[in-house]
């Protein structure tokens, strides 16, 4: 009985890790100008696809990670040099609409690119999985556990003890002072995309030995990214973080204790709810706009 | 002003062609109007088919036509929605004109032009999978891939061979899964097998064990099957390896190719799936009628594409074929002579089987057209 629920954990646990580091991305450019990216899903599918076709072309895995980084960041730049930065007196919500455009084109592209088959990738640590308590878990999750992790505390030491982090929070609460106290905003912009397109990257590669990708696998990963960020309160790593494996969890518990019918859905009532009391997520700012 | 005048003489123009076209003469080309999911989610359906219509297209009308006409290949990408295929079917029927439809990548697709195709009476052949395409028995409509309920049957009799008699069973939460869940649950119960466990997930989730975790508690269960296609049933796979569920774990034709054993590695050791002869043309028997068809075909389409040859391009070249050898019996692209000896299609080799069809069965298939496989050592070995 024990195992069974120790077994259902892992499920939510591994679901959950990769929803959350999914949701860590829009953390970056949503602190940076309130604007989420909806291409975001779209970064960690690039990250995925380089990676897994140059690893299948015989290009050693520790040189192919580290260029689908590289190739990943130049796709953010050039989105916010040629899609949003044009636009940036523009709305929000339009800018917004924007990156959803900026998606579309982008998975237009990979299929183009390279191909509409699925892609996969050799786990880091071999595929002997670990026994727990009579319940199993897959080396390659502790993987992704361990990269959320040090994501976070980078992103935190980033947000909280970097000058050009501080300079980017900043950005987002006044863009005009900000200007003003010296603070070059275009670059902030421009370097927001690049980080959370390298972030998306960082997760494709770690989720595409457990998920597979292809060139539409950035929908899910960042439809439920999306979620997990939301409802941990948007701009918050540690949020996203908490999200994700609040929806993880809960789709694999009601999938063992319900029924997989309604796994989706009892994720989707959590959110709800959560969202009912507290409209800017678990541990998002409350907040106040000024008339 | 000049403006209208371009218009004016472009509708001259158009009425000039139309009743020009309207006069059917011998050397007027035959033409075959097809949607296909060319882009999109089922791009993996309608790619080869498009291929693979092309190809056979260009080396008939090289070789003469049929009837002395050319061929003339319309086709439009409806990307997998429906309402597209619904518009780009109008579109072929009133202004191209088609003698026939072929196509349909997908059931979605396939259902959207259904209504025209019949109420336009012009014969249509579907290259999409479920059942309800061609029952009940549609006048207009026909389709040449196996059904998801010939899957089921086909891995059900296997069982029944093995002595298993409790299945728990796990199925994708969307289109293919299904529809073959249903027409799983539908037939199960003849073969004398009890389904103790039912589990869905959605098309892309990332970790199945809570799902299997729960079938291989289920109180009995001695095999399990996974109906779904893409990367979920290789997740579900990787995941019953995992968990190292020891029973015989059966997959749909759905994931019938390479690829899947691509993406499960190891872990689709010794997994058992109906799948057609186009699968493994080599290890069939010397005397199957099937097997010279569909090793031609696999040269065929693996020299031109330098890509495996999969069973839906095979799909795309019977509905091609029996429509050319119906226009053929017919001598005319009558649309009413053609849809007569479409039905009347008997003893016809195709990639997917022996094709005879009836006016009660407007797909034709026998059971024997699926072989059991199993996995091993990476590849495919024929069972029976």
């Not at chain 1, 991305?25 to 599918?45: D, L």
Request: some cysteine.
């Amino acid at each position: 009985m024990f195992a069974a629920f120790l077994q259902y954990l892992f499920s939510g646990l591994t679901s959950g890790a990769i929803y959350a580091l999914a949701g860590l991305g829009f953390a970056i450019i949503y602190n940076a100008s309130h604007v989420i990216n909806f291409a975001q899903g779209e970064f960690i599918m690039i990250g995925g696809m380089a990676t897994a076709t140059m690893v299948a072309a015989g290009v050693p895995i520790y040189l192919a990670i580290p260029l689908a980084m590289v190739a990943s960041m130049l796709v953010g730049v050039a989105m916010e040099k040629f899609a949003v930065e044009p636009a940036r007196n523009a709305d929000v919500v339009t800018i917004i609409i924007i990156t959803i455009g900026a998606s579309i084109f982008l998975r237009g592209a990979a299929q183009i690119i390279w191909d509409k088959e699925f892609h996969s990738l050799p786990a880091f640590s071999g595929e002997t999985p670990i026994a727990v308590l009579g319940a199993t878990l897959m080396p390659q999750s502790l993987w992704v556990f361990g990269i959320s992790a040090i994501v976070i505390a980078l992103l935190w030491y980033f947000f909280n003890r970097t000058m050009f982090g501080k300079a980017m929070l900043g950005t987002s609460h006044n863009r005009l002072a900000a200007q003003l106290v010296g603070v070059a905003v275009k670059k902030v912009l421009l370097a927001s995309f690049a980080l959370s397109a390298l972030l998306g990257a960082v997760g494709g590669i770690v989720v595409t030995p457990i998920t597979f990708t292809n060139y539409e696998a950035g929908i899910m990963l960042g439809l439920k990214g999306f979620s997990a960020a939301v409802l941990g309160g948007l701009g918050n790593g540690t949020g996203a973080i908490v999200g994700g494996l609040i929806v993880g969890i809960a789709e694999a518990m009601a999938s063992g204790y319900l029924s997989s019918a309604y796994k989706d859905a009892i994720a989707f009532i959590i959110i709800l709810f959560v969202l009912f009391f507290m409209p800017s997520g678990l541990f998002g700012k409350r907040g106040t706009d000024r008339v | 002003m000049r403006n209208l005048m371009k218009w004016g003489v472009a509708a001259v123009v158009v009425a000039g062609c139309s009743t020009y076209a309207g006069l059917a003469n011998a050397a007027d080309p035959i033409k075959i109007g097809s949607i296909l999911s060319v882009t999109g989610p089922a791009s993996f359906l309608g790619e080869p088919e498009k291929k693979t219509l092309e190809m056979y297209v260009e080396r008939i009308n090289k070789e003469g036509g049929v009837l002395g006409r050319k061929i003339e290949l319309v086709v439009y990408d409806d990307g997998g929605a429906g309402e597209k295929a619904s518009t780009f079917t109008k579109r072929l029927i009133e202004s191209d004109k088609v003698d026939l439809l072929i196509g349909g990548s997908t059931t979605a697709t396939t259902m959207a032009a259904v209504p025209l195709a019949e109420r336009n009476e012009v014969p249509f052949i579907s290259l999409a999978g479920a059942v309800v395409i061609v029952e009940p028995v549609k006048k207009w409509v026909f389709k040449t891939p196996h059904t998801d309920k010939m899957a089921a049957e086909k891995v059900f009799s296997d069982m029944k061979k093995r002595g298993i008699t409790k299945i728990g069973m796990i199925s994708e939460d969307a289109g293919f899964g299904k529809s073959g869940h249903d027409q799983s649950l539908a037939v199960v119960k003849s073969y004398g097998i009890e389904v103790v466990a039912d589990e869905i997930y959605s098309p892309k989730d990332p970790d199945v064990t809570a799902q299997l975790t729960k079938i291989k508690n289920a109180v009995g269960v001695q095999a399990v099957f996974n109906f779904g296609f893409g990367q979920g049933p290789a997740i579900v796979t990787k995941n019953f390896k995992q968990l190292g569920i020891a029973l015989p774990l059966y997959q749909s034709h759905g994931v019938a190719s390479k690829d899947f054993i691509k993406l499960a590695g190891d872990a689709a050791e010794g997994v058992r799936l109906p799948a057609a002869g186009q699968v493994v043309p080599e290890q069939l028997a010397a005397s199957d009628p099937q097997k010279p068809v569909v090793t031609a075909f696999k040269k065929d389409y693996e020299a031109a594409f330098k890509s495996d040859v999969s069973t839906f391009a095979g799909h795309a070249y019977d509905g091609l074929q029996i429509a050319l050898a119906a226009i053929n019996r017919a001598k005319s692209t009558d649309k009413a002579k053609v849809r007569d000896e479409i039905e009347k299609t008997s003893g016809y080799v195709g990639t997917g089987g022996l094709v005879s069809m009836s006016p009660t069965d407007h797909m034709g298939l026998s059971p024997s057209a699926f072989h059991m496989l199993e996995i091993r050592k990476g590849d495919w070995v024929l069972i029976d």
